[in-house]
């Protein structure tokens, strides 16, 4: 094992199908390459040669409302942590939980993964999940095992494992919307950085193995598929103030495993990247920043385009069908006391012409942060969302058009939020005085006919008394909330207190905090929450 080279381990790694197979041999990434290096033997003996260090946490909550009838359980409890155990600095963590909500928990004691690590190799095991690039892996769990190499400017991650169990038919419910073929994937990234410079190259295949189900219905409509994605993505700093960054995508899907093979109607990356299908599509995506940064302004204009039906097997959810630009400049002004951000963009979809609904939208925003000393801290934000969709008439030789038949959408959504924080006191006691609210509004116009606007007003006081000697904390809260649709009006409003204290030299930590809240509805008081 010690004579084989890295680049022979690594494509071992990546290569291997067989799941004990995979994981047998990142561990002997892990811990058979560190030895050729060297471990740290110096500790052999010493006090320090095996740590254990770690956490847990426990919290119950208790819940009961009057007037009206509890809409959780009345009493939950969790219990969770972590643990590391180093030896000879090669690290161990491991994450536990525990809860009395059975429903959630396939079993009540849950070890999800282990992630040990060794100066610049880390390994991932277990269910884990890693993240290569928005457009190929990013952050799919996986059951499996994975690598992450960094040595020195040098980045080299892989994984292996299985994304999706087989969910079988359902006879007893005749139901087969959850049936799904397992799904095995695995993905590498080779990098390199240097300081404001860098360059990525990631790749990612997923496969469903059609012999997971022994049984599909016809009226299933289910076929196994096959993606694979590649990115490529740098950036670069230039005349010490100017900064660019993109990446390049492309995603080829197969819809249907088993379709007639294509040999015409794809280019030679496409044909390089996969085998080629009569249900196979690409699909590409791409986006980049460009911006310029000094000590007081910086501004950065961002485009990020992705196809129609874009998608990656290594992500729960992908927005596509998207061409977005926005622009965000920013400005620190009187020594940094004060700081100014605007951002502002336009998005459209239907880039194809494919849909009947062409949605744009707008959006902007700005903060102002105000910091004249370190007891006063002045935050400030407003935005503006506004959607637009128009829906393009069928084109019908029968169909005579009237106003009523195109869909003129609008959504505008307005929203400023404010926090005032003033903090003074002594060495042994300091005190905090916060004040923060919010407001929103909005409304939505469809054909010339407006609907009544949503308004939602919170606003939330805050006394934080910290007495330093004995480690107590205290907070005094107040709460009120009001929301108008139309013509109703709902308030909520009510005190709260929060206490807690640290013992045993920091290592534990008790806290105990309560709520009450009068709920009323058009002025009339409906109920009591605590």
Not at 281 to 306: C, M, P
Not at 380 to 404: C, E, G, I, M
Not at 494 to 523: E, H
């Amino acid at each position: 094992m010690k004579n084989r080279n890295l680049v022979t381990i690594c494509r071992d790694a990546i290569k291997c199908r067989d799941a004990l197979q995979c994981v047998s041999t990142l561990v002997a990434i892990l811990f058979f390459i560190p030895a050729i290096h060297g471990q740290n033997l110096d500790k052999i003996g010493q006090k320090n040669m095996v740590t254990v260090n770690g956490s847990a946490n426990y919290n119950t909550i208790f819940y009961h409302a009057f007037g009206m009838d509890d809409r959780r359980d009345p009493f939950t409890w969790y219990f969770n942590g972590n643990l590391n155990i180093s030896i000879l600095d090669v690290s161990l963590p491991f994450t536990y939980s525990y809860s009395d909500q059975h429903s959630t928990y396939s079993q009540p004691f849950n070890m999800q993964s282990c992630s040990p690590k060794y100066k610049w190799a880390q390994g991932h095991f277990g269910t884990t999940a890693m993240n290569f690039s928005s457009y190929t892996l990013a952050g799919h769990l996986f059951t499996g095992g994975g690598m992450e190499l960094r040595p020195g400017k040098f980045y080299i991650g892989a994984m292996y494992g299985r994304l999706l169990k087989a969910v079988a038919y359902d006879a007893t419910q005749n139901s087969f919307s959850n049936m799904a073929f397992r799904r095995m994937g695995e993905a590498m990234k080779l990098g390199y950085e240097d300081g404001n410079n860098a360059i990525g190259v990631s790749w990612f295949r997923a496969k469903d193995d059609e012999k997971s189900l022994l049984f599909i219905p016809d009226e299933a409509d289910l076929y196994a598929q096959e993606n694979t994605a590649m990115s490529v993505n740098g950036k670069t700093k230039l005349l010490g103030h100017f900064i660019a960054e993109g990446e390049f995508a492309i995603s080829g899907l197969t819809r249907n495993i088993n379709a007639l093979d294509e040999s015409m109607s794809f280019n030679g990356l496409e044909k390089w990247m996969m085998r080629t299908k009569t249900s196979t599509q690409f699909f590409y995506a791409y986006k980049y920043d460009v911006g310029y940064s000094s000590k007081n302004i910086s501004v950065t204009l961002n485009h990020e385009h992705v196809d129609p039906d874009y998608q990656t097997f290594g992500a729960y959810y992908f927005n596509n069908d998207l061409d977005n630009w926005t622009i965000a400049p920013s400005f620190r002004l009187f020594a940094g006391k004060v700081s100014i951000a605007f951002n502002g963009g336009f998005q459209k979809n239907n880039l194809d012409r494919s849909k009947q609904n062409t949605t744009n939208r707008l959006v902007g925003s700005t903060s102002v942060s105000v910091a004249p000393n370190k007891n006063w801290m002045l935050n400030a934000s407003y935005s503006d969302f506004t959607s637009f969709t128009n829906r393009r008439p069928q084109v019908d030789p029968f169909w005579f058009y009237l106003p009523s038949d195109t869909l003129l959408f609008y959504q505008v959504s307005r929203q400023g939020n404010g926090m005032l924080s003033h903090s003074f006191g002594t060495k042994n006691t300091k005190s905090t005085i916060t004040l923060s609210s919010s407001y929103q509004v909005a409304k939505q116009t469809q054909s010339g006919n407006s609907a009544p606007p949503t308004t939602v007003f919170n606003s939330n006081l805050s006394y934080n008394l910290q007495l330093v000697p004995s480690k107590i904390t205290c907070a005094l809260i107040g709460n009120y909330n009001r929301a108008t649709v139309d013509t109703l009006v709902t308030q909520y409003a009510g005190p709260g207190i929060q206490l807690s204290r640290t013992m045993m030299k920091s290592v534990m930590k008790i806290s105990f905090g309560t709520t009450y809240n009068r709920s009323y509805k058009m002025d009339v008081l409906t109920s009591h929450i605590l």
